[in-house]
């Protein structure tokens, strides 16, 4: 007879708990849960005619109606019960399914299920669990692809991405490349970029706030130009910058607000040290060699970079480009706290922003779904097209 | 790099008046140890001042007989009962070479604060015991202010500190905050600890199948799992508790990868031993793997703890009650109720990242190893 597959039982007895939790929270019909209680019902008795006494606590699990953790207690104390004399590879795949089972279940529940639950609540009409949502199909997405708002959020992800990503990333290198090269009190600059990092971007948008103060912020005076409001000018920089010139820009050509720039700046500087660190720590795999074999060849400085240090760094600077990308779809924390409510004509709106405001200002819930979906779709063909493009050109081998 | 923070703890010492100008004070007057001493010497305590009951302090203000100051302690504005106004005999009397204020507790209870205000005549030079905090022009005099005459040193150079402590309930914001990092923290490590060894070093039918699943979660941006997490907890009825704060987050895919990577890291033959010794899998897992990833452990620490300490859309969205804020939200809320209080503003900052940057300070390398080894694939 073959060998008896305890991990199914274990398997089993995770999702009927799961399912047991999910049927008195709703989620779950009632015949979901019997059904997998047969299940776990016909295993335990195979359990029973091949392990005799031994298997007797999977008897256990079939009382996970009155306590559903039961239903994976008990095949661990089977598994426990007969001890060696299961096979050696049973014990594998059971012992490797019960460790990996807690992980698991919460990665189902709290990320695999809700991701697709997400896109369930987008499919109604103004979910908000007041009254009953009517089934809309499709027709949150057709109104997002209409809504000025979301595109705007949109834009000034965009913007984000174009202003934040390549200016930290090449402060970063620069700062990288020169603590890089045996500079005293290493340790104390390292501090000092990585210091920002480690701050709650809370607080640092607190300090950020009141350095940007119209009337007493230190920038105004450092800039001269007392009055200023930066927070609250909803007049996009490129427009600002070339107006004296008498061009005039209007709508998403007129670049980001001034306001969020000045987010944007907050953000270069608080994410700076985290991208020093990790530039610093590829920097540092790079073999000494081959800068002395550029030395000897009479390579410049600028000469070595380019043509060992860009190539070689590849790998990390493309790490913290994916990570760049990615954040800019995320960014809330330091808006919120600048501009609470989202900057004058809403510019500075981001799409975790504006899903905030919709999902919990406006207790839309299917239609914040809506731009949670859209945004994972972006991201996700973002990622890939990156991947194509740009990971080609990334050298692995060093 | 570092400006914002000295600026942040220069503003955090500024008294209102000094953080209110249009030119920056570089360095504000509490930050002068001169004035600390000066400061020790006001209030029964040299650290922390105070004003016991029956007790008195004496201020010396060097200037001329023939134009006598006025003093007097104000009443809070808007109070109906005010017990350190009313409580307090001011004197102003006549000495060698100047005028002496003393202000005694006649009360019943000891005062921490207690504020004054001296009307100086203009024109005459001023040399007074401790700088104001505030110094303005009514008619014939400057009138000026100090938010507690008798502060001690510490309580003299910390005032803004001390009202921020004082208006909101910070020690249960900071609990809130560390019990739900640290849970987090404690929490996540084993269980990622388990998975990560089973991924790595157990041969189980249906690993790959594990793996690819866990690969796919990782793509899903944070925002997505808002709103159907928000309703998962609502129906489990968990929402302004620390369920909500810290279970949608205990099983992370970041912290199964990273250690998985460093099980991989570890030769073979040494489990292969072990598994000779007879010792099971568990066995191998406590008493082998997981000593010799400790900086995988560690390096996962310090991101999930950074990560729970410094959130704020999460806090924010599953939590109502003052009880469940973290710090991060204090915060939120002290940002709008400071007003202009900067001073009180920016040292609820300071003591907010305090335990942070402390931490660094204390465990530097690890902190920059720790963070460094996110990036490596």
């Known amino acids: 007879m073959r060998t008896y597959p305890l991990h199914w039982v274990l398997g089993v007895g995770v999702l009927l708990a799961l399912g047991l939790y999910a049927q008195r929270l709703g989620f779950l019909p009632a015949w979901g849960a019997w059904s997998l209680w047969a299940g776990y019902l016909l295993l335990a008795l195979w359990g029973l005619l091949w392990g005799g006494w031994r298997a007797v606590p999977l008897v256990l699990g079939l009382l996970a109606p009155l306590f559903p953790p039961l239903a994976f207690l008990g095949p661990l104390g089977a598994a426990l019960s007969l001890g060696r004399t299961l096979p050696e590879k049973a014990q594998a795949a059971f012992y490797g399914w019960a460790l990996v089972w807690p992980a698991l279940a919460l990665l189902l529940v709290w990320q695999v299920f809700p991701t697709l639950y997400a896109f369930y609540l987008s499919l109604f009409d103004r979910v908000n669990f007041l009254r009953p949502a009517a089934f809309a199909g499709l027709q949150n997405y057709r109104i997002l692809l209409e809504d000025p708002l979301f595109w705007r959020a949109l834009g000034n992800t965009f913007w984000y991405v174009v202003f934040t990503v390549p200016t930290g990333l090449l402060l970063a290198t620069f700062v990288a490349i020169l603590l890089n090269t045996q500079v005293a009190f290493l340790g104390l600059y390292r501090t000092l970029f990585f210091l920002p990092y480690i701050t709650a971007l809370t607080a640092a948008a607190a300090v950020w706030r009141w350095i940007y103060h119209p009337e007493f912020g230190f920038l105004n005076w450092l800039l001269h130009t007392p009055g200023l409001d930066w927070l609250n000018t909803p007049t996009g920089v490129f427009a600002l910058l070339l107006r004296p010139l008498g061009v005039e820009l209007q709508g998403f050509l007129a670049g980001p607000s001034l306001a969020f720039v000045a987010v944007m700046a907050m953000s270069v500087w608080h994410f700076l040290g985290y991208q020093v660190v990790i530039l610093l720590a590829g920097l540092q795999a790079i073999p000494k060699e081959y800068y002395e074999a550029a030395e000897l060849d009479g390579a410049s400085f600028f000469q070595k970079h380019r043509l060992i240090t860009w190539p070689l760094l590849s790998p990390t600077t493309f790490f913290l480009f994916t990570l760049g990308l990615i954040g800019a779809f995320q960014v809330f924390t330091q808006v919120y706290v600048l501009t609470p409510t989202g900057g004058v004509l809403q510019d500075t709106l981001t799409l975790a922003f504006y899903l905030y405001n919709k999902g919990f200002r406006d207790s839309d819930f299917s239609y914040a779904s809506a731009i949670a979906m859209v945004t994972f779709l972006v991201i996700l063909v973002l990622t890939l097209v990156q991947r194509r493009l740009l990971e080609k050109r990334v050298n692995y081998e060093i | ?377």
């Not at chain 2, 690993?207 to 793509?219: C, G, N, P, R, S």
């Open chain 2, 1 to 377: 790099m570092a400006f914002p923070f000295y600026w942040m703890l220069a503003t955090s010492f500024k008294s209102p008046q000094e953080a209110l100008q249009a030119e920056p004070v570089w360095v504000p007057e509490r930050m002068k140890p001169m004035n600390w001493l000066k400061a020790a010497r006001l209030g029964d305590s040299p650290l922390f001042g105070g004003l016991g009951p029956g007790r008195s302090v004496a201020l010396f203000f060097p200037g001329p007989e023939a134009k006598p100051p006025k003093a007097l302690v104000p009443r809070s504005p808007g109070a109906f009962f005010d017990p350190v106004a009313d409580g307090t005999r001011v004197e102003v009397a006549r000495g060698e070479g100047g005028w002496w204020v003393r202000l005694t507790n006649t009360g019943e209870a000891g005062f921490r604060r207690v504020p004054l205000v001296v009307l100086w005549p203009k024109g005459v030079p001023l040399e007074p015991p401790l700088p104001p905090d505030a110094r303005r022009s009514q008619g014939e005099y400057w009138r000026l202010e100090w938010v507690n005459a008798v502060p001690g040193a510490l309580g003299y150079v910390f005032h803004n500190y001390l009202e921020a402590w004082d208006a909101a309930p910070w020690g249960r914001y900071f609990f809130v905050s560390f019990f739900t990092a640290s849970v987090q923290v404690a929490v996540g490590l084993f269980l990622a600890a388990l998975a990560a060894f089973a991924l790595a070093r157990i041969p189980f039918p249906g690993k790959e199948a594990v793996f690819v699943l866990v690969l796919a979660t990782m793509m899903v941006p944070g925002e997505v799992l808002l709103i159907p997490n928000y309703v998962l907890l609502a129906r489990l009825g968990w929402l302004d508790t620390f369920y909500a704060l810290i279970v949608p987050w205990l099983a992370s895919v970041f912290g199964i990868f990273l250690l998985r990577q460093f099980y991989l890291s570890l030769p073979q033959d040494l489990f292969d031993a072990a598994r000779i010794d007879g010792a099971g899998y568990l066995t191998q897992l406590f008493r082998i793997a997981l000593p010799l990833s400790i900086p995988g452990l560690v390096s996962y620490g310090t991101f999930t703890f950074l990560g729970a300490y410094n959130a704020l859309l999460w806090p924010l969205i599953v939590t109502q009650s003052p009880e469940m804020r973290t710090v991060q939200l204090g915060l939120l809320a002290f940002v709008s109720e400071a007003g202009s209080d900067y001073g009180a503003l920016m040292a609820a900052s300071a003591f907010v990242i305090a335990p942070v940057v402390l931490g660094y300070f204390v465990a530097q390398r690890q902190f920059i190893q720790g963070i460094a080894r996110t990036g490596l694939k």
